[in-house]
């Protein structure tokens, strides 16, 4: 059944970093095995047909027992690589049996006819392990493979000469960068298709069951570098994700948007944008209590914003905030007030020499952990507060120290919101005029390589 989810990330992913002209195949186990981009659907093999489809990294992904089941994708001959011979594997994975010494998790793999390998990558002997013909590199700097998580995994290739330029990347970082002395080499049509989830041994034995989830497994015909990389990890590790294409639903983890007052869509940075009116219209996700900080206090905001209008001394242009019931609080605050870009956290402003408000698209990202700064050793005083970088169009804008935190949600509060800021219970002011598209929010602190992956992809 080809859902309306599937086909909503299906179009972020088609444009995203443009990578539309190097994706081949790409299953996002959205309700089922369809490849969404190319014509390589999944078959699941001693599995429970749709009692595998699970909770992914977004929205859904797809079960493997670690017993007896797998996954093949596309045909025999299916062969990933660009006519120079590049190619890159994206997936995501969520290990609930790691592997042991007697059995390896293999993630995904390639064999022939009668089990031998081309490709492999997976644990093994407790050590993230990958495979091309003869070659084979452990990385035992990694430790021991990780559980109960989702880890994102990229292998970014280009054969030479009978070599092969390889980078491993983990999370969106390279654990490894070198060159294994072998190639896929030729497919033939008696080939195994790829596999997911196990290992083949020979022609008829299977082992090395993989137990865990799989998500959004991709296949590119390009050598994807460290920047598209980077950016798919955080992307699709965003805890909200509006990308505004169709609808104000949150493509991660269903915390989905509502207009109010006529909010409609314009072309945006990527696809469509949802945008806003200056007059009464804005857009509310999330609940009260939607919270983006980690156990650490660390958090990341990142949107792209086009205003029509600028922000002037009777109207402020409100980006996005947070507001508690009776709407004067403000726990976050992000746009431009009195002609400057400001960040309010509870009681504190922040503003920053960001020049006059821009029409052209303008990428920000807030990154944030929650401390504390010493105001004075004897007597010993100090002051919680937020350490904050703010990025503007992936370059920092300002970083520094604000004297407040967003403080504790509850169920009362009002959620999260776009466009407008609340002055009491049910009075809005400061409606922005304009566009805003792809709003991501993460339960981290972007780094600069990530702000600035995330400008570079659009």
């Not at 920000?364 to 504390?372: K, L, N, P, T």
């Not at 005083?381 to 990025?391: A, L, R």
Request: charged content about 15%; proline content about 2%.
């Amino acid at each position: 059944m080809f859902s309306k989810k599937l086909f909503f990330v299906s179009f972020f992913v088609l444009f995203f970093c443009n990578l539309n002209g190097t994706l081949l195949t790409y299953l996002e186990f959205e309700e089922n095995l369809y490849d969404s981009y190319g014509a390589n659907d999944a078959v699941i093999y001693n599995g429970n047909g749709q009692n595998l489809m699970v909770s992914g990294i977004m929205q859904g992904g797809v079960y493997f027992d670690g017993v007896n089941d797998y996954i093949e994708v596309g045909t025999s001959s299916f062969d990933p690589r660009s006519s120079d011979g590049a190619y890159t594997f994206s997936f995501w994975a969520y290990t609930t049996g790691p592997s042991t010494a007697t059995n390896a998790n293999n993630y995904l793999g390639k064999h022939t006819a009668n089990g031998a390998n081309i490709f492999n990558f997976g644990y093994w002997g407790n050590n993230l392990t990958l495979t091309i013909r003869s070659a084979v590199i452990s990385f035992t700097s990694l430790g021991w493979e990780p559980d109960n998580e989702w880890v994102h995994y990229a292998i970014s290739a280009k054969e030479t000469n009978g070599n092969t330029n390889v980078s491993v990347y983990k999370n969106g970082e390279v654990v490894w960068s070198g060159v294994l002395a072998d190639t896929l080499g030729s497919f033939s049509s008696n080939d195994k298709p790829w596999v997911l989830g196990q290992d083949w041994d020979s022609a008829t034995v299977i082992s090395d069951f993989f137990e865990g989830k799989m998500d959004n497994v991709r296949f590119y015909n390009e050598q994807l570098d460290a920047t598209e990389i980077r950016g798919i990890y955080n992307s699709e590790s965003a805890k909200i994700y509006l990308p505004f294409d169709v609808d104000f639903d949150d493509i991660s983890s269903y915390l989905n948007g509502s207009q109010t007052g006529g909010v409609t869509f314009r072309a945006g940075i990527n696809n469509n944008s949802a945008y806003f009116d200056g007059v009464n219209d804005y857009v509310e996700f999330g609940t009260g209590t939607t919270d983006p900080r980690n156990n650490n206090g660390e958090y990341s905001i990142s949107l792209w914003v086009a205003s029509y209008e600028s922000a002037g001394s009777s109207n402020n242009n409100s980006y996005i905030g947070k507001h508690t019931a009776n709407g004067v609080n403000n726990s976050f605050l992000f746009g431009y007030w009195n002609g400057q870009l400001s960040l309010r956290l509870m009681n504190h402003v922040q503003y920053f020499s960001a020049g006059s408000e821009p029409y052209d698209w303008t990428h920000y990202v807030i990154s944030a952990a929650e401390g504390f700064r010493i105001l004075s050793i004897q007597p010993f005083q100090i002051i919680i507060g937020t350490n904050v970088i703010v990025y503007k169009n992936g370059a920092v804008l300002w970083t520094g120290f604000i004297d407040d935190r967003m403080g504790d949600f509850t169920y009362n509060d009002k959620p999260w919101v776009l466009g407008q800021d609340w002055d009491s219970g049910n009075v809005k002011t400061d409606f922005f005029k304009g566009k805003i598209d792809e709003v991501m929010f993460f339960d981290r602190a972007l780094s600069a390589d990530n702000a600035m992956s995330l400008y570079l992809c659009y």
